[in-house]
Nanobody, 123 residues
Framework: QVQLQESGGGLVQAGGSLRLSCAGS????????MGWFRQAPGKEREFVVG????????SYADSVQGLFTISRNNAENTVYLKMDSLKPEDTAVYYC????????????????WGQGTQVTVSS
């Protein structure tokens, strides 16, 4: 099973950008569909975006469509999340996840999780 480690979180002003990275190890990265989720204080973890193993299929949550961009580099075992035009409501811990099979929006469908990286957007 692949192990995941996120990086790239931090504090940014509203309207700014951040790029998160998620590095995989201990498994065959290209075998996995990858996803990003986020969890704000007091809220449930929610789906942000998923990308198929070869990058040919991508699904975004409506709230981030056109603002966030996912990509992956299987040669480097890494998936990225570029976040533009950030808003205070994007403040959350962002988690990387992996699963075999297609993109799913429910957290229980995902097999491996990173520890998360904090993103804070100030107004």
């Amino acid at each position: 099973q692949v192990q995941l480690q996120e990086s790239g979180g931090g504090l940014v002003q509203a309207g700014g950008s951040l790029r998160l990275s998620c590095a995989g190890s201990g498994g065959t990265f290209r075998d996995y569909t990858m996803g990003w989720f986020r969890q704000a204080p007091g809220k449930e973890r929610e789906f942000v975006v998923g990308i198929s193993w070869e990058g040919g299929s991508i699904s975004y949550a409506d709230s981030v469509q056109g603002l966030f961009t996912i990509s992956r580099n299987n040669a480097e075992n890494t998936v990225y999340l570029k976040m533009d035009s950030l808003k205070p409501e994007d403040t959350a811990v962002y988690y990387c996840a992996a699963r075999t099979g297609g993109i799913q929006t429910v957290t229980t469908a995902w097999e491996s999780w990173g520890q998360g990286t904090q993103v804070t957007v100030s107004s």
